[in-house]
């Protein structure tokens, strides 16, 4: 398929820092990239603190939005702002959202709901299984 015919698909990214530089900066895993590309899809990343988060996916226009993991919820005001932001548009426009750990804590949180702790999930496989308009 080419890049052209790839479906578009959004995903938010982790804040980071670098050693040696006093800025933060956003990031996401070439896993990511390397997936998406191998399902046929063209990742799109949303960085944190934009102006007009809504325009952005508008543009994009993606199929799906991926809210990535890294990051703990509350503890980052732009990843989290922007996140709440992507929810508000994707729930406003029915766009599917898969939420990956952190992720999915944010979607729960937009909800209403509460966190509490797990564990064993980290660095841990699972499997994913698209259906309907994203089945290969």
């Not at 990214?13 to 899809?41: C, F, G, K």
């Amino acid at each position: 398929m080419s890049a052209t015919s790839r479906r578009p698909v959004a995903l938010s990214m982790r804040v980071t820092e670098a050693p040696n530089y006093d800025e933060a900066r956003d990031s996401i895993s070439h896993d990511w990239v390397e997936l998406l590309q191998r399902w046929d899809m063209d990742p799109h990343p949303i960085p944190n603190g934009l102006g007009d988060t809504a325009g952005y996916l508008e543009a994009i226009a993606p199929n799906l939005i991926i809210l990535t993991g890294g990051d703990d919820p509350g503890r980052g005001d732009r990843r989290d702002l922007t996140e709440k932001a992507v929810l508000k548009h994707a729930e406003a426009n029915t766009i599917p959202v898969l939420g990956v750990c952190r992720g999915l804590q944010a979607i729960n949180l937009y909800f209403g709901g509460d966190l509490g702790s797990v564990s064993g999930h980290i660095s841990v496989e699972h499997a994913v299984h698209f259906t309907e308009k994203f089945s290969r």
